[in-house]
Each structure stands twice: as structure tokens, then as C-alpha cells.
């Protein structure tokens, strides 16, 4: 009876130490190391039979600092949001509702100009859908916590565009795109035809 106790107490203590790395690997070192480092310290911790945590700790490959907490009555940092620097909310809807509805229009227009089979456009619930038969399918849609566009598209994928005031145009920020040429540009090669959006 004795040697069941302390063999199910030694296995209970296996566990709960996998467990206790399993957790320690999952949410402490992505945070605090490199996977670059993270991967050498796992490829010299098989090499040298060590337990992975152990030789992280050892080798200093993660830091021991962590970053301070911000009280309350402390400045804010530049992680912090500057909200002078968001878009009023109501200003957002103006301009992305003035956007998807000219371009709601304009695409009709254009899809009883070209009479293509499985041309089929629909806007409810703030979501405008172009359907281009076996071409594909475009969403465009309002973000309103990023102020943002949000579009689907079957050719480029997903972009997010944000306001731009010098350009008076919807821009995706990683490739300078703007939102009106871009769908003029990809709807017209789908198509076929031309689009004036």
C-alpha cells in the first residue's frame, strides 16, 4: 500500500512538472525571447541531454527583466493612445458611408451596363457584397474601432484601409493602394470592361 502511495505521489510530481513547462513554454517565452534564441536553446538543450528550461536559465538566453508597470498617476507612455490623433467616430461613419454607398451605386450601374451572368451586388448590415459569378466574391465592409475599411478581395486578399486626409482617399498602409483604384483596377480585369468607380 505504502509503495502505491509513493508511486502514484512520484508520477502526480512528473506531471505536474511537465505541466508546469508545458505552461512555462506556452505564455512566459514568447513574451521574453527570440525565436531565434529560442530555437538554439532548445537544439543545445537536446544535444546536451539538459532540460530546455533549465539551459534558458542557465545560458541567460531570456531576459530577467520584464517591463515596469505604469501607475496611474504616471504619465502615459508611447505605447499609450493618443486619442486627439483618432478620428471622431461620427466623422468615420460620414466618410466610409459616403464611400460604400457611391460605391454601392456606381456598381450597379456598372453591372446592368456589362449584363454579365452571376453578377449580383448587395448591401445590408453595413456590408456591401460583390459577387462576380466563378470570378469571385468582394466584401467591403466598416471597421469602426480602427476606422477602417475592411475589404475581401478574390484577387489581392485582405487589405485595411485607412483614411487619408492629403489624398482625400481610402489608403491600405502597407502598399500605399488606394481603395477606389484598386477595385477599379480588378473588377475592370475581371470583367473584362472598364469601371469608373
Same mark, same amino acid.
Request: glycine fraction near 8%; charge should be negative; aromatic fraction near 8%.
Given at each position: 500500500?505504502?509503495?502505491?502511495?509513493? *508511486?502514484? &505521489?512520484?508520477?502526480?510530481?512528473?506531471?505536474? /512538472?511537465?505541466? +508546469? $513547462?508545458?505552461?512555462?513554454? !506556452?505564455?512566459?517565452?514568447?513574451?521574453?525571447?527570440?525565436?531565434?534564441?529560442?530555437?538554439?536553446?532548445?537544439?543545445?538543450?537536446?544535444?546536451?541531454?539538459?532540460?530546455?528550461?533549465?539551459? *534558458?536559465? &542557465?545560458?541567460?538566453?531570456?531576459?530577467?527583466? /520584464?517591463?515596469? +508597470? $505604469?501607475?496611474?498617476?504616471? !504619465?502615459?507612455g508611447s505605447s499609450a493612445v493618443d486619442h486627439k490623433l483618432i478620428m471622431p467616430e461620427d466623422e468615420?461613419?460620414?466618410?466610409?458611408?459616403?464611400?460604400?454607398?457611391?460605391?454601392?451605386?456606381?456598381?450597379?450601374?456598372?453591372?446592368?451596363?456589362?449584363?454579365?451572368?452571376?453578377?449580383?451586388?448587395?448591401?445590408?448590415?453595413?456590408?456591401?457584397?460583390?459577387?462576380?459569378?466563378?470570378?469571385?466574391?468582394?466584401?467591403?465592409?466598416?471597421?469602426?474601432?480602427?476606422?477602417?475599411?475592411?475589404?475581401?478581395?478574390?484577387?489581392?486578399?485582405?487589405?485595411?484601409?485607412?483614411?487619408?486626409?492629403?489624398?482625400?482617399?481610402?489608403?491600405?498602409?502597407?502598399?500605399?493602394?488606394?481603395?477606389?483604384?484598386?477595385?477599379?483596377?480588378?473588377?475592370?480585369?475581371?470583367?473584362?470592361?472598364?469601371?469608373?468607380?
Open positions: 500500500m505504502a509503495s502505491r502511495k509513493l *508511486l502514484l &505521489s512520484l508520477t502526480s510530481g512528473r506531471r505536474l /512538472r511537465s505541466r +508546469t $513547462q508545458q505552461l512555462f513554454w !506556452a505564455a512566459s517565452l514568447p513574451e521574453a525571447a527570440t525565436s531565434r534564441s529560442l530555437a538554439a536553446a532548445v537544439a543545445a538543450a537536446q544535444q546536451s541531454g539538459e532540460s530546455p528550461v533549465a539551459h *534558458l536559465f &542557465s545560458s541567460r538566453t531570456i531576459s530577467s527583466t /520584464r517591463p515596469a +508597470t $505604469q501607475s496611474a498617476g504616471d !504619465a502615459p468615420f461613419h460620414k466618410l466610409a458611408d459616403e464611400t460604400i454607398h457611391d460605391l454601392l451605386e456606381k456598381l450597379e450601374e456598372y453591372g446592368d451596363s456589362i449584363q454579365m451572368d452571376g453578377f449580383d451586388i448587395d448591401y445590408g448590415n453595413q456590408v456591401l457584397t460583390l459577387r462576380l459569378g466563378d470570378l469571385g466574391t468582394y466584401v467591403v465592409n466598416k471597421q469602426t474601432p480602427n476606422r477602417q475599411i475592411w475589404l475581401s478581395s478574390p484577387v489581392s486578399g485582405p487589405s485595411r484601409f485607412d483614411w487619408d486626409a492629403s489624398t482625400d482617399g481610402w489608403i491600405y498602409k502597407r502598399t500605399g493602394a488606394n481603395l477606389v483604384q484598386l477595385l477599379e483596377k480588378e473588377i475592370g480585369e475581371l470583367c473584362g470592361t472598364p469601371v469608373e468607380l
